[in-house]
């Protein structure tokens, strides 16, 4: 019912600048919350920042100043620019939605495809 796409991910060298984007499509109803995660080889899959229909915000303690969680609700699209990046932010980075679907009116979880973030020199 619902896919998200997203764009963005390359190869950057420590404190340069990428900017992620996902854009959900599908018989959407209403946004409860979209979030970014990443994972790198061999460890576990980390919040990194998410955003609540309440427009609260949260970001994970190693990013926090670094990177900013954005949305466009008219294209229900949601942005992750990062700055100063630094080694250890290379992963793939997945963008979450938790969305109410139109016509059952259900709420579900879904995760892009990823897009590979690479912070080298």
């Known amino acids: 019912q619902v896919q998200l796409v997203e764009s963005g991910g390359g190869l950057v060298q420590p404190g340069g600048s990428l900017r992620l984007s996902c854009t959900a499509s599908?018989?959407?109803?209403?946004?409860?919350?979209m979030a970014w995660y990443r994972q790198a080889p061999g460890k576990q899959r980390e919040s990194v920042a998410r955003?609540?229909?309440?427009?609260?915000?949260n970001y994970a303690d190693s990013v926090k100043g670094r990177f900013t969680i954005s949305r466009d609700n008219a294209k229900n699209t949601v942005y992750l620019q990062m700055n100063s990046l630094k080694p250890e932010d290379t992963a793939v980075y997945y963008c979450?939605?938790?969305?109410?679907?139109?016509?059952?009116?259900?709420?579900?979880?879904?995760w892009g495809q990823g897009t590979q973030v690479t912070v080298s020199s």
């Open positions: 955003l609540t229909s309440g427009d609260s915000i």
């Open positions: 979450y939605l938790e969305a109410v679907v139109g016509g059952t009116l259900l709420q579900y979880a879904y």
């Open positions: 599908g018989n959407i109803f209403s946004i409860k919350a």
